[in-house]
């Protein structure tokens, strides 16, 4: 019988916290809120039991369900909302019948809230729970057909189409959907959590001028987390010392030479991210010789340290951020 923490339901291993979000039971006080954002038509149009118009009646219905559910131990349905300013973005649920070994997951982002990868991190960190704390077989869902930025949420999190279709009831719009099934099986889990943890070595260096800014390179279009704003370096090579990798990536990166005596240690990142984790030496380099030029299609900008926070980065550097603003000031 899946879904059982002893006599005590699911309450206990509430709220969830991921690297940006805290998924947290909703409270009637949250009922505006979901109802605006839920109410919104490019969101309840991808889900069979958001009513549309949505008034307040069936949120309110919906958290004392959720209640129940944590009550009996048959799943977990939160509120996904911001770590950082606590503002709601979505929900996600992930229920078992007391008789089923898998679970069903389902999930909605608010508009504003889109492009963010919220529901891939929600989604991650709540199928995680499942396989973790509860007693789960495997997990599915299903989308739409036209839903593609759900079905990418899906992929990353490792649910794979099986064959299967579901016929999935959409009371609130009064139909029947038919949609492909996509699944997690404990044992592809368990694979891709071993690759999570595969560790991954890269080296990074903060460049700082004389006027005390750092150098800050955008990934270019074609690399992951393309976009992002991030410390000059890359992966150690094997049989290579940090100290020579940096040394060659700043050289085919930027086109300048640094000597190991220059690189003086700062911090580190340590990030597990979806399919490995990463663990990146921070350097300070205020000594180098030529000029940093952009040698691999990224853009460069030199940043004072308060306004570091204004460049997107990558999840593992934002730890970093107020290391290198008690270094070098504002
Ligand atoms: N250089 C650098 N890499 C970083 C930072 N933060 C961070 O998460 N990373 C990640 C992005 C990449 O996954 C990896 C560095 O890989 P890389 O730059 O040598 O190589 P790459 O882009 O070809 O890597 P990839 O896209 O194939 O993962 O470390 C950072 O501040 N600087």
Request: with cysteine; aromatic share 6%.
């Amino acid at each position: 019988m899946p879904g059982r923490l002893g006599g005590t339901g699911c309450a206990a291993v509430l709220p969830v916290r991921t690297d940006r979000l805290v998924l947290r039971p909703p409270t009637p006080e949250d009922v505006a809120d979901v109802v605006a954002l839920a109410g919104d038509w490019a969101v309840a149009r991808h889900t069979g039991d958001i009513p549309h118009p949505l008034t307040d009646a069936p949120i309110r219905a919906w958290i004392g369900t959720t209640r129940q559910t944590h009550a009996d131990g048959t799943g977990v349905s939160v509120l996904i909302t911001e770590a950082e300013t606590g503002a709601i973005a979505g929900a996600v649920t992930i229920a078992w019948h007391r008789h089923w070994p898998e679970a069903e997951l389902g999930y909605w982002v608010g508009r504003p809230f889109w492009g963010r990868g919220y529901a891939t991190e929600a989604v991650r960190a709540i199928t995680d729970l499942g396989f973790a704390t509860f007693d789960l077989a495997g997990v599915f869902s299903s989308t739409r057909g036209d839903n593609t930025a759900s079905q990418r949420v899906l992929d990353k999190v490792g649910l794979r189409p099986d064959g299967g279709v579901l016929e999935v009831p959409a009371p609130a719009r009064g139909d029947t959907w038919m949609q492909a099934r996509r699944a997690l099986t404990r044992d592809d889990w368990v694979r891709l959590r071993a690759a999570r943890a595969r560790m991954v070595l890269v080296v990074a260096a903060a460049l700082v001028d004389p006027d005390g800014r750092v150098l800050l390179a955008q990934r270019p279009e074609g690399k992951t987390m393309a976009g992002l704003w991030e410390f000059p370096g890359g992966k150690v090579a094997t049989g290579e010392t940090p100290e020579a990798a940096l040394i060659r990536e700043l050289r085919e990166e930027l086109g300048v030479d640094a000597r190991a005596a220059c690189l003086a240690p700062l911090t580190f990142a340590s990030h597990a991210y979806a399919d490995f984790h990463l663990l990146m030496p921070l350097y300070i380099l205020r000594n180098w010789a030529g000029t940093p030029t952009a040698r691999e299609g990224q853009a460069l900008a030199w940043v004072r340290p308060a306004r570091l926070r204004d460049y997107p980065m990558p999840a593992a550097d934002r730890p970093l951020i107020p290391v290198l603003q008690d270094l070098l000031g504002g």
